[in-house]
């Protein structure tokens, strides 16, 4: 609301209708006559020349001050901008260092960027990296699929036989206890040599492969020795690959058996806990052994399902939704006599990690009651299937029911739903170990296509979680080379170190027949994978010519990106890819949800939008135009954009004169290289330089000092045509040294920087060169020396006008010291050029202002000084308007950033809080301006934020998750002659080894330290300047505790003007705007499923073939331990030996490979 200026003598509004004073009104001793006590610690000379020598007022008398009117604080506004406008005119250098460039026009070129040429240029080179990772794919699956139909299947083969490097034999002989130790390694293992490889950030060995097999399979079973026999042909395959193309990273073949052969070999990367890598739950191998899938898990959770059986299923849903990548959908529900979804989620929905973390959340809370009900569960999954109002994979369709056993075969759902066409497989698992008769089960997915599993106890689980996926590849076997289509996965972290990843994946096919005449095989051998790392197919886009606001990204069907600026997960979990949603990348509006279409659906674009950006700080929130144009990356699932704002259209290339050129010497004799020398920072300021790769033989240094003394000792030696320097680069360094060299001469060497109480000034350029001058300024430069990656530098750019930023505070760290004038506030401005109608901004410039002496000139500017510095007289009998130096006890001036951050006050105790959020200081003030719609809010999720671990919810000493069974239990004999008696045996002891398996974070149980962090979502919440562009005045209404207060914004700068009467209570203290970022949960997970972004599965779906056999079924195939063997496993563990894992017996481990 909008109200005159105060005036004394003029009743003001309130809840009753009866006239009460303004506050500051009348005779109020003391109210105006009280001030600060001590003078400025800067004479005024230094402080104001534009207003002449100001002497120090004496307190005027008591008199009546009003709050100024609308006019007078305009007046105010208009001072401030100029002085601002004056300091950067004279110490700034804009104008000059235009002239500077064009006085040396004849030392570069201008050169303009292309989108549409760029990006397909870029998209050409990215398709020609991958194929020749496509070629050397085929090769490997190529020899692979022959070599095992000419192996000879060998079934008294022993462990002696083989020789091998086991990846995980040196860790394993350093743990006393291991199994391998033990058993006197009875394997022919090798012992190699490594060498340190940068490429692969790791130790390597290339004249062998590894081999890696999961911790729970048994290394001398027939079936891993088989592999490991006919496997060991790779090898010289994998070493003629990497002949042909030596960029090759990680080759590698998963098998199907679980044992994992990689080259070059390097040791494994042993996890601190237990080891339960297995390559059949990594995503890149489920993407390449099956097409997407629908999936609807059901769960039985009828009365018999109790205690360590519930828990097992429960434990059994998690790991089945951990082979589900982002190309599946999938929903859980429990039934007995109902059936009900266990979360809120009542459709199919994508098998996100997000989504997932819901569903496993939401299984722990199932609670067992009422009787089994068969046909309420499937008719459910049915009806879950046949919606076709939703997004889902539109593949592979199966049910997946865990019980612990029933009578019902519920053969009038399937007729109803499945039957003639069986277009949905059903596999049952039977839970726990009981006496109930498994025909139905073993029935409903004989007559299903799917697969009958048992799970009697922990151990079980994640073998049998996974073996589904055999099945659905028998569709994709069949199809034979119509399958054989390379596949790209999501980013993900490697295993072995390398970072963050993506990988071409293959299956490899069983060839064989069992006689002749026989059926074809269709059973996958395994999956082929070869490793791309992300930095590989970064340096294959433009870097420094698209300037420091100008970027490439890339993303896949799923909308999530391989490529951009922001991909910068602050933890990894290798169970897990990398999932980013580009709208989450970036600040998501209606054009990028138009542009992210298109990409997906592998559509060429251009389109030129008006959208927010974050600041690189995070801080700020910036409204700015940029173009992006996109093409698709032929060959693969990968779309391609480029990001360039306007003024990034052209940019400088240094071209040094032929005369330069010709002369054979080392760089350093080039003209300007003098000026990146030490011993001339005295003379014309400190130069960092940007930590950019120059040349090859440049040794990179975090030390911005460290690294110029590396820069210069090379250049010592190489000269400007080096093969091995990148010229743009090095050319362009030289350049802008020389540029901002001539701009301390022409500008900042004659100008005495105290005079307008300046710490520094400063010039920032595209070619990498920082100049801080005077010299000593340098030592509390805290900017970043890479200008690309200076929030300054970058804001500058994308705002015309003054930029200021306080120095930046945290609410949990002490307030500022302001001692010794090194608290400055920077305030820059880009460099715009206009060469030949070409316009680009190259450079930023810009000075730091001390604190405390423009606070004090903050006061004087905003106050009724006249031109003949005397202050205003206010006599007994008059009234005078307050202002923000005479009256600092009872009016409240501010500048606030933008961003909301307070950057200079008239109140000398908030000197100290300068660079916080306003509402850390004026809560109640702060609320006005965003309510008055000075500022506006915008608030989003940060995906890739770590945080410190949890502590654990059980602190006592038993693993977590373990059944513990009553007194009542103990003194029953019938359950201890029960099966139970003897799976709960072994659920304890297990857990005393495998103690994360239940209810565990997987990343624990992969070997991460106890105190490392985890990934977990933030909030975060920017302001920005809202729509109010004119001067304003408003009162905070609160009964007597009401506040005037006017805003303006300052012309030409980023920076909002606020003048209000202190708070005299504080009854008014309304809610605190929040800044900081938060921990959250992130958006409401069931909400966002309602409206999914738009995504596209794989081109290619393999989910039926005439000729599939589903006779194997697991009809009768799992048999439990005799009680011999189950005994003596006991005893093993109660003496503290690990168990040597049992094979598993089963059709799937009677493979004849």
Same mark, same amino acid.
């Given at each position: ?70 006019? =007078? ?192 070999? =390097? ?78 989620? =009542? ?807």
């Amino acid at each position: 609301m909008a109200v005159p200026a105060r005036t004394c003598g003029a009743s003001r509004p309130g809840p009753a209708l009866t006239a009460r004073p303004w506050p500051g009104c009348g005779p109020q001793p003391g109210r105006g006559a009280r001030r600060r006590a001590s003078g400025p610690r800067h004479p005024l000379s230094l402080l104001l020349p534009s207003l002449l020598l100001l002497p120090l007022l004496a307190a005027p008398g008591t008199s009546a001050y009003s709050f100024p009117q609308q006019h =007078t604080m305009q007046h105010w506004a208009r001072r401030l901008e100029q002085e601002v406008d004056g300091v950067m005119r004279i110490f700034g250098g804009v104008q000059q260092l235009r002239e500077i460039y064009k006085d040396n026009r004849n030392l570069f070129e201008v050169q303009e960027n292309e989108p549409q040429k760029l990006v397909e240029k870029v998209a050409g080179d990215i398709e020609s990296l991958l194929d020749r990772k496509v070629q050397a794919l085929k090769r490997l699956a190529d020899a692979a699929e022959n070599f095992q139909k000419a192996h000879r299947w060998q079934d008294n083969i022993k462990e002696e036989d083989i020789m091998y490097y086991d990846a995980k034999a040196d860790a394993e002989l350093d743990d006393p206890e291991s199994e391998d130790v033990e058993r006197g390694s009875k394997a022919s293992t090798l012992r190699l040599d490594f060498i340190e490889d940068p490429n692969f950030k790791n130790k390597v060995n290339y004249s062998y492969t590894a081999v890696q097999i999961p911790t729970d399979i048994y290394k001398g079973s027939t079936v891993i020795l088989n592999e490991l026999n006919w496997t060991e042909a790779l090898e010289n395959v994998f070493i003629e690959n990497r002949r042909q193309d030596p960029t090759l990273l990680w080759q590698v073949f998963g098998s199907a058996t679980g044992v994992t052969r990689y080259y070059p070999a =390097t040791p494994w990367r042993a996890p601190k806990k237990i080891d339960l890598y297995d390559v059949r739950r990594r995503p890149w191998y489920i993407q390449g052994a099956s097409s997407p899938k629908d999936m609807v898990i059901i769960v039985d959770v009828s009365g018999s399902v109790s205690g360590l059986t519930l828990k097992l299923m429960k434990t059994s849903v998690c790991e089945m939704l951990d082979t589900l990548s982002d190309d599946d959908y999938v929903n859980v529900a429990s039934f007995n006599e109902k059936a009900q979804p266990v979360s809120c989620f =009542t459709h199919l929905v994508q098998a996100n990690v997000r989504n997932k973390k819901v569903f496993k959340e939401a299984v722990q809370g199932m609670v067992a009651k009422g009787t089994t009900g068969y046909k309420a569960g499937f008719e459910y999954a049915f009806d879950q299937l046949q919606n076709s109002n939703i997004t889902r994979a539109n593949c592979n369709k199966m049910i997946m029911m865990f019980t612990d056993g029933g009578e019902d075969r519920v053969q009038d759902v399937f007729e109803k739903y499945n039957w003639p066409n069986r277009t949905v497989r059903v596999f049952t698992f039977s839970v726990g170990q009981h006496n109930y008769d498994v025909t139905p089960l073993q029935w409903m997915a004989c007559a299903n296509k799917g697969y009958y599993f048992e799970i009697p106890s922990i151990g079980a689980i994640r073998i049998n979680t996974q073996e589904y996926l055999d099945v659905l590849g028998r569709p994709m076997v069949l199809a034979g080379k119509e399958a054989k289509q390379v596949q790209w996965t999501n980013v993900y972290e490697d295993a072995l170190g390398l970072g963050l990843v993506v990988t071409g994946t293959l299956p490899v096919f069983n060839l064989t027949q069992d006689g002749p005449g026989e059926k074809k095989n269709q059973l996958i051998l395994g999956v082929m994978g070869i490793d791309v790392a992300l930095n590989d197919i970064k340096r294959l886009t433009p870097n420094y010519t698209l300037g420091a606001n100008g970027y490439v990204f890339a993303i896949d069907l799923n909308g999530y990106v391989l490529l951009h600026p922001n991909l910068k997960p602050q933890t990894t979990n290798f169970r897990e890819p990398v999932t980013l949603d580009f709208l989450d990348a970036e600040l998501e509006d209606e054009n990028k949800e138009e542009i992210r279409r298109s990409m997906i659906d592998g559509n060429k674009g251009h389109k030129q939008i008006r959208t927010l950006v974050k600041s690189l700080d995070e801080r700020y929130i910036d409204e700015v135009m940029r173009n992006y144009t996109w093409v698709p990356i032929r060959s693969t699932n990968y779309s391609l954009g480029l990001v360039l704002p306007p003024y990034s259209t052209f940019y400088l290339q240094a071209n040094l004169s032929d005369q330069i050129l010709q002369v054979k010497l080392p760089i350093s004799k080039l003209k300007d290289f003098e000026f990146l020398l030490p011993s001339s920072f005295e003379s014309e300021g400190h130069v960092f330089i940007a930590p950019r790769e120059y040349c090859k033989d440049l040794n990179a240094s975090d030390n911005n000092t460290e690294f110029l003394k590396n820069f210069i000792e090379l250049m010592e030696k190489v000269t400007p045509d080096s093969k091995q320097c990148n010229n743009f680069l090095l050319h362009n360094l030289i350049l802008d040294t020389g540029i901002t060299q001539q701009l301390v001469e022409r500008v900042w060497r004659d100008q005495d920087l105290n005079t307008y109480s300046l710490l520094a000034v400063f010039a920032a350029t595209d070619g990498g060169i920082t100049r801080v001058f005077p010299n000593k300024a340098a030592e509390d430069w805290t900017e970043n020396p890479e200008p690309f990656n200076a929030s300054f530098y970058r804001r500058s750019l994308d705002n015309y006008g003054y930029v200021f930023k306080p120095p930046h505070q945290d609410t949990l760290l002490r307030p500022l010291e302001l001692e010794n004038d090194t608290v400055g506030i920077l305030v820059s401005t880009a460099v715009e050029l206009s060469l030949g109608g070409r316009t680009l901004r190259p450079a930023v410039v810009g000075v730091k202002l001390d604190l405390e002496a423009w606070a004090e000139k903050f006061k004087v500017l905003a106050s009724n000084r006249t031109h003949q510095d005397q202050p205003q007289k206010c006599g007994p009998s008059s009234h005078c308007e307050m202002d923000c130096e005479v009256n600092n006890e009872d009016l409240l001036c501010v500048l606030i950033d933008d961003g909301g951050f307070l950057v200079l006050s008239n109140q000398n105790h908030q000197w100290d809080q300068v660079g916080r959020f306003f509402s850390e200081v004026d809560a109640n003030l702060m609320l006005a301006l965003y309510n008055n719609s000075f500022y506006t809010r915008k608030e989003s999720y940060d995906y890739q934020a770590a945080c410190a671990p949890q502590p654990p919810g059980n602190l006592g000493a038993a693993p977590r998750g373990v059944f513990v069974p009553t007194i009542a239990d103990f003194l029953n004999l019938a359950w201890w002659t029960s099966a139970a008696a003897w799976s709960l045996f072994q659920q304890l002891l297990y857990g005393l080894i495998y103690h994360s398996w239940f209810q565990a974070d997987p990343a624990e149980a992969e070997g991460s330290s106890e105190t490392r962090e985890s990934s977990c979502v933030m909030k975060q919440t920017q302001y920005y300047f809202g729509s109010v562009n004119a001067s304003y005045n408003a009162i905070i209404d609160c009964g007597n505790c009401s506040r005037l207060f006017h805003a303006q914004r300052l012309t030409n700068t980023n920076l909002l003007f606020v003048v209000a009467e202190k708070p005299l209570c504080s009854q008014c203290e309304a809610g605190r705007l929040l800044q900081k970022e938060t921990h959250s949960d992130g958006p409401e997970q069931c909400e966002l499923v309602q409206r999914p972004r738009y995504r596209r599965g794989p081109h290619i779906c393999f989910d039926y073939n005439a000729t599939e056999d589903t006779s194997d079924c697991g009809r009768g195939a799992s048999f439990p331990p005799s009680l011999g063997v189950l005994v003596s496993l006991q005893l093993l563990l109660l003496l503290g030996l690990p168990p040597r894992p049992q094979p598993q017996v089963h059709a799937h481990a009677s493979r004849r490979l």
